[in-house]
């Protein structure tokens, strides 16, 4: 069965910094898809950045990119320049890449503070 | 953000009591999901559907049902409720492409008491 471990159960950054949440994955599989979450203190989840396994080059939307290495099962996000409303809960998830049903297998979850 | 709504947003109910917990969605998307969240667990799935009165098992199903009569209403029901229930519960909705954004609803949180 596949697994998501994020170790990270909070991490502060300040205001325009960077910073860079962990996630790490066990699959046997081939072919998948990988996602970051973010959980803002309203609860929405709102997605922030996608990856395709056989897609060699990282994901990049605006502030946020991952670092995605395959070999390693190894998908970090990294933040620049960081501001107040990207404080909240992050959470990883993974999809097998077969069959249409998106069940997303979501890690733990990492708390973000934002300092002004 | 899409039309998915859950209620109630708040429940407290009592442990052996029936709950039901409703997801309505107006984006006509064939796939629901029902998660439910827990510290230290992250989101884990506890039924989908693939279509009206096509639904499935998921991660952690025990003590839960689900009924998908309508393709825009998706009932999780907690036949008896224990205080292992307590969890805030996210309906989930999407077409089926792999790499898709999930639409999320805001959530139920349930105590179980």
């Known amino acids: 069965a596949q697994t998501v471990t994020q170790s990270q159960p909070e991490m502060s950054v300040q205001e325009a910094e960077t910073v860079t949440l962990s996630c790490t994955y066990d699959?046997?599989?081939?072919?998948?898809?990988l996602f970051w979450y973010k959980q803002p203190p309203s609860r929405q989840m709102i997605l922030v950045i996608r990856?395709?396994?056989?897609?060699?080059q990282n994901a990049t939307e605006n502030r946020f990119s991952v670092n995605f290495q395959k070999a390693a099962k190894s998908f970090s996000l990294k933040i620049s320049d960081s501001q107040l409303g990207d404080a909240a809960m992050y959470f990883c998830?993974?999809?097998?890449?077969?069959?249409?049903?998106?069940?997303?297998?979501f890690g733990t979850g990492t708390l973000l503070a934002v300092q002004p | 953000d899409a039309g998915i709504t859950q209620s109630p947003r708040h429940k407290v109910t009592e442990t052996g009591t029936p709950v039901t917990l409703r997801c309505h969605q107006t984006?006509?998307?064939?796939?629901m999901y029902w998660y439910r969240q827990d510290p230290g667990h992250g989101l884990r799935l506890i039924h989908y559907?693939?279509?009206?009165?096509?639904?499935d098992k998921g991660e952690v199903s025990d003590g839960y049902s689900v009924s998908r009569s309508k393709t825009e209403d998706f009932l999780l029901t907690l036949e008896s409720a224990t205080s292992s229930q307590t969890s805030v519960y996210f309906c989930?909705?999407?077409?089926?492409?792999?790499?898709?954004?999930?639409?999320f609803g805001s959530g139920t949180q349930l105590s179980v008491l």
């Open positions: 998830a993974y999809r097998s890449g077969g069959g249409a049903t998106n069940k997303l297998i």
């Open positions: 699959t046997s599989e081939s072919d998948y898809y």
């Open positions: 990856q395709e396994a056989y897609k060699q």
């Open positions: 984006e006509n998307h064939r796939y």
């Open positions: 559907s693939y279509g009206v009165k096509d639904t």
């Open positions: 989930a909705t999407g077409q089926g492409a792999p790499n898709e954004k999930l639409f």
